[in-house]
């Protein structure tokens, strides 16, 4: 009969890959075709939830959420004919399967075996939150900016800023704490040959959507998103040893927590100058370089020079996940999952996500929706 599940899930939703298939779906087959203690090979294993589902075998309360009935000695029924209302009819026993797991994909295999090896919960917690407090107090001053500072503020705030690498500003006013910074496309006016901040001109904040057509602050001219080329700037790029072409975005607003309330605020001088010390800053740890090869779903980002791996994140996020990677790794021999964690927030960091206006000024906070958490929007 036809097997139906869906993907709202948390095992599902631990890790992304493409064509996963729920592990509720795989149990179904291997409860009807296979008795406890049988082997099961999937050698196109993907992330592996043939192997969760064998284990998932045992497990009453996972097997009768499915929909069948579970007995006190481990018998498993369904209906007869595939009917809700037939008489229930035994099929199988509960029992752990035990599954081979192989593909050809080093990140399939990789994700497959921490799905699948026990792992202690309570030192994984333990030494996850550790080494997310160093990595904080380390990179912390990154993320902070003041809230409704005055004048004064802003120029203590300055100071602390030009003698510091790695300013603390506690002592100039209330500090919050950035959630997100919102980016903006720069283009170019066809009419007066300046620049064009697209959230600045565009974005209604009453209707709380885009404009189609918008006036050039700097002519008057009448504008639309089409009708303008993309400007673009030069910097030099570390990791490539070499000046690097790329389409001009630009911070136009911080999202910050101060205590349990969530603000919003245009860049001021202080997130500025953060911004650029963030900007300054090299990672001291290994990142990734790789160059994007031509291909089907990649003439975009090389259209607008995410031509290399690193350029999907911006400077502070390389920072930061660079020195969460060298932390796991003079962990992951004694806790393998540390590395499925690690590689399962990488879709969450880059910079590229796209922003809802209307979910964003309604109050909604603007980020992407759940059906499409994962994916790079570009």
């Given amino acids: ?38 082997i099961v090979l999937d050698s196109f294993c993907g992330t592996g939830m043939t192997g969760v589902a064998a284990q998932m075998c045992a497990d ?12 006190e000695v481990g018998q498993v029924y369904q209906r007869a004919n595939g009917e809700s209302s037939g008489d229930w009819q035994p099929f199988s026993r509960i029992g752990a399967r035990y599954a081979v797991l192989n593909d050809l994909a080093p990140a399939a295999t990789f994700i497959a075996r921490n799905f699948n090896v026990p ?7 333990s030494v996850a939150s550790q080494l997310l407090r160093q990595v904080e107090s380390r990179h912390a001053w990154m993320y902070q900016t003041l809230h409704a500072p005055t004048p ?25 704490k950035v ?3 919102i980016w903006s496309d720069v283009f170019l006016c066809p009419e007066c040959a300046q620049e064009v901040n697209f959230w600045n001109a565009a974005v209604d904040r009453e209707k709380g959507s885009v404009r189609v057509e918008f006036s050039c602050p700097s002519c008057g001219a009448l504008l639309s998103k089409r009708s303008m080329e993309r400007a673009w700037t030069s910097s030099f790029d570390a990791k490539l040893g070499s000046n690097h072409r ?22 001021d001088a202080i997130d500025s100058e953060l911004f650029s010390k963030s900007l300054a800053a090299l990672p001291i740890e290994w990142y990734p370089g790789d160059p994007i090869m031509e291909g089907d779903k990649t003439g975009e980002p090389l259209r607008i020079g995410v031509t290399h791996a690193h350029h999907f994140y911006t400077n502070r996020t390389l920072l930061v996940l660079a020195d969460i990677r060298n932390q796991i790794f003079k962990r992951i021999h004694a806790l393998p999952a540390l590395g499925l964690w690690f590689t399962s927030t990488l879709a969450w960091t880059n910079r590229l996500n796209r922003l ?21 929007y570009i």
Avoid at 18 to 25: D, F, I, M, N
Avoid at 154 to 174: F, K, Q, V, Y
Avoid at 356 to 369: D, E, H, M, Q, R
Wanted: charged share 20%; proline share 4%; aromatic share 8%.
């Fill in 1 to 38: 009969s036809d097997v139906s599940e869906g993907k709202n899930d948390p095992i599902y939703n631990a890790h992304s890959y493409h064509t996963k298939v729920p592990h509720r779906a795989v149990m179904r087959y291997i409860l009807h075709y296979t008795n406890p203690g049988d």
């Fill in 60 to 71: 009453a309360s996972v097997v009768a959420s499915l929909g069948y009935r579970v007995d």
């Fill in 119 to 125: 792992v202690d919960g309570f030192e994984f917690e």
């Fill in 152 to 176: 004064k503020q802003i120029a203590a705030a300055l100071e602390i800023c030009r003698n510091s690498d790695h300013p603390d500003l506690s002592s100039a006013g209330t500090v919050g």
């Fill in 179 to 181: 959630n997100f910074v």
């Fill in 246 to 267: 790329q389409t001009k975005q630009v911070p136009v607003a911080i999202n910050y927590s101060v205590g349990s309330k969530r603000h919003e605020k245009a860049l």
């Fill in 356 to 376: 809802l206006a209307s979910n964003y000024f309604g109050g909604g906070g603007g980020v992407i929706g759940q059906t499409l958490q994962g994916t790079l």
